[in-house]
């Protein structure tokens, strides 16, 4: 009797082992689990990226007004439904343009921006549009970190002042390390806000950098480039775009760098995959 006991809750527990590896294989199987993805979306002259890790979507910035459409159908294709995070860099329309019919359309969890105001109809429509599906705004400053995921550290690095003079420097640059690959997210901030970020001496050496304001002579500099060292550089800008984003001194900073360089005005969206020790393009 003992004897029959004992087999059956040897075979009970060595069906309960398979199922259980059946169901690990299962969980390992899908692609998609632990890798991070980063599209950065075409949205003409403006920034929008999307980071997804584990069913989670953050949104830094909404790109401008004029793209949403474009915007909304290339979320809703990746069958996104709910955003978890959304930052709005800075209120600029490039940036924060189309965040108004982004809230309209998605449930947005938590929502960062800096402690700054603009006077203009896209600000008081985000801002509207906030109040009426009761998100608060939580303050985007130097050394905040954003809870993402456990296996994913996000903190921002700026802005670092409460009086900038220039709208573009009030910009959440946000650090992203997943394993052993390093992302830096910078907004429009200029020189002046990446000299403060280098004067506090945080490690911002990177794989990939966003390039500050699309590109321009007034971000890049020198000094944050050599700290920064990424191996791949992301300008988010127009075809054709009045700015003349990205600057050509840039693009020569970063070609004698051996830095590689995608554009969305020229590779349409770029979507990059990485699973905390390498980072790929997927399309
Ligand atoms: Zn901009």
Redesign the pocket.
Known sequence: MFNSKKYIFLIVSILMLFSSCNLKNRFYDDINENILKIHFINVG???STLLQFNNKNLLIDSGPLNSFENTIKYLKKLKVKQLDYVIATHP?E??IGAMSEIIKTFEVKKFYAPKVTSNTDYFYNMIKELKKSNIKINIAKDQIKLPFDAKIKCVFLSPNSSNYTNL?NYSAVLKITYGRCNFLFT??AESLVEQEILDKRYNISCQVLKLG??GSSTSTCDQFLEKTSPNVAIASCGKNNIFNHPNKKTLQKLAEKGVKLYRTDIDGTIVLVCNGSNIKKSN
């Open positions: 002259q403006g920034d600029h490039d940036h573009n907004g429009d304001h699309h």
